[in-house]
Structure formats: C-alpha cells, structure tokens
C-alpha cells in the first residue's frame, strides 16, 4: 500500500487546527503554551499541512493541546486509510455549522447541535447514509444530488480556508 504524504500531511494538519479551534485558541495562543519556540507561520504551515512535522514537534504541540499523539494519529490514520462505509457520506460538521447560505439552515443548527454534543478532541465528523441525506435534501428544499453537491463545496472550501 501507497502511502499519499500529502494527504496524510493535510489531515494532520486539519486535526492540529481543530483540536486548537475547539479550545477557542488562536494560533498565537497555542504557540505560547509550546514548549520551544516556532513561528506562526511554521505553526501555520503544519496546520495546513504544507510542512512536515517531525515527531518530536507533534508530540509538544499535542502536549499544549492536552491530547495525547497517538489519539491524533489514530484518527488521521483513520481518516486517510478508511473510507467511510458504502452508501455513506463523510461530513465535516465544522465546515456546515460555519456555512452561511441561507437554504443549508436546517442542517446548520443540526451541526451546530451535533458539534457542541462532541466530546473534547473527537473529530467533528459524521457518516451519512443515502436515507438520511434525502430526508435533510427535503429540509433543505434540494435534490439529494444538489445536497452532495454542496456539501463537497463546503468540505473543499474548508480545507483551503
């Protein structure tokens, strides 16, 4: 099996920049709790996945976000090397309770619900069944098609943002 570094890179960062959003720390904060001494832009970077973090450095900034690593590298594991189950469809709930279009209100405040009911540091992240994604297309007043559509949009705009 292939590793894809890039996407392992990029869901490690998405793990890191959760974990701190989910505390309410900006990136500033959680760099003063470290240990040694990075720039914002290297924190930045590891959290978009645009760099590689060394162990070491993984082990610290988990640490500072009372985490343990191996937690974190489950769940990127997880996520790069399980797809979610047939007929189903992985959401990220963050990325739809920030969403401001006005036809995706219903399944906002269902985010929003489901993300303050997350344990601390559980991925905010949920798999959908084809039933359930019709039933909120319905809420939503769109086509279960038109639904996916957008709620790709949404998934790819949160992983550049």
């Known amino acids: 099996?292939?590793?894809?570094?890039?996407?392992?890179?990029?869901?490690?960062?998405?793990?890191?920049?959760?974990?701190?959003?989910?505390?309410?720390?900006?990136?500033?904060?959680?760099?003063?709790?470290?240990?040694?001494?990075?720039?914002?832009?290297?924190?930045?970077?590891y959290e978009l996945g645009t760099r590689q973090c060394s162990v070491i450095r993984l082990v610290e900034i988990c640490h500072a976000l009372d985490v343990p690593a191996y937690?974190?590298?489950?769940?990127?594991?997880?996520?790069?090397?399980?797809?979610?189950?047939?007929?189903?469809?992985?959401?990220d709930l963050t990325a739809i309770a920030a969403d401001d279009h006005g036809e995706l209100l219903p399944l906002r405040r269902w985010a929003r619900d489901r993300l303050d009911q997350l344990p601390l540091g559980a991925a905010p992240e949920v798999h959908l069944d084809l039933?359930?994604?019709?039933?909120?297309?319905q809420l939503c007043q769109l086509t279960p098609v038109e639904l996916i559509r957008r709620l790709r949009e949404l998934d790819r705009t949160a992983r550049t943002t």
């Open 1 to 45: 099996m292939e590793i894809d570094t890039a996407a392992y890179q990029r869901v490690l960062g998405d793990e890191l920049r959760t974990l701190r959003k989910q505390r309410g720390w900006t990136r500033k904060e959680l760099n003063r709790r470290l240990q040694s001494g990075i720039s914002l832009q290297t924190l930045a970077t």
């Open 71 to 91: 937690e974190v590298l489950q769940r990127v594991h997880e996520k790069v090397f399980t797809d979610p189950p047939p007929g189903h469809i992985r959401l």
């Open 131 to 137: 039933s359930a994604l019709e039933y909120m297309a």
